[in-house]
Antibody, heavy 118, light 107 residues
């Protein structure tokens, strides 16, 4: 059974940093591209960042480019999102997700909540 | 970036109804289109990918059509668990983008 378990979300002040983690299990992690997708409270889905299986290609939404860094450790079956210079607009539930091989998302974690507020 | 729009933004329906949702891309995305269902408080689930391919385990009452810029998701006979919000997503190019969602609620 595929499982994606996010952690690291919490209340943080504007301008601060936070690192999200995602522990993957139930599939060959190093076979698949992965993405972070977020959802602000009561809002729609926003793709944040994606990374190929070998970290050879990395992509970001314009809204986070230069502030967020995606990475993965295939030996630890883990995905990460380093978030710097956080703003209130980054407040959202952050989902760790698996790419189905065609840039669609076939598995989602339950999300970790990031709240940016003073 | 490719902009995705959906219509309607909400629809009221009854169990057993046929429901159709439309998604439009701002440029040609061929058949690189996915549909998701999200229930309140839950993560989305993939229903359709490649515009018309049914994801494993998804009931056959869900179907998708379209190519280029215009796509539809049809639920042939609405079930109680289908009262939810539906999102389309273009998988053609980065940045990946989602539609704003269509909420299906009880008439």
């Amino acid at each position: 059974e595929v499982q994606l378990v996010e952690s690291g979300g919490r209340l943080v002040q504007p301008g601060r940093s936070l690192r999200l983690s995602c522990a993957a299990s139930g599939f060959r992690f190093d076979d698949d591209a992965m993405h972070w997708v977020r959802q602000a409270p009561g809002k729609g889905l926003e793709w944040v960042s994606g990374i190929t299986w070998n970290s050879g290609s990395i992509y970001y939404a314009d809204s986070v480019k230069g502030r967020f860094t995606i990475s993965r450790d295939n030996a630890k079956n883990s995905l990460y999102l380093q978030m710097n210079s956080l703003s209130v607009e980054d407040t959202a539930l952050y989902y760790c997700t698996r790419d189905n091989g065609g840039n669609s998302i076939d598995y989602w974690g339950q999300g970790t909540l990031v709240t940016v507020s003073s | 970036d490719i902009q995705m729009t959906q219509s309607p933004s909400s629809v009221s329906a009854s169990v057993g109804d046929r429901v159709t949702i439309t998604c439009r891309a701002s440029q040609d995305i061929r058949r690189f289109l996915a549909w998701y269902r999200q229930k309140p408080g839950k993560a989305p689930i993939l229903l359709i990918y490649g515009a018309s391919s049914l994801q494993s385990g998804v009931p056959s009452r869900f179907s998708g059509t379209g190519s280029g810029t215009d796509f539809t998701l049809t639920i042939s006979s609405l079930q109680p668990e289908d009262f939810a919000t539906y999102f389309c997503q273009q998988a053609y190019t980065y940045p990946l983008t989602f539609g704003p969602g269509t909420k299906v609620d009880l008439k």
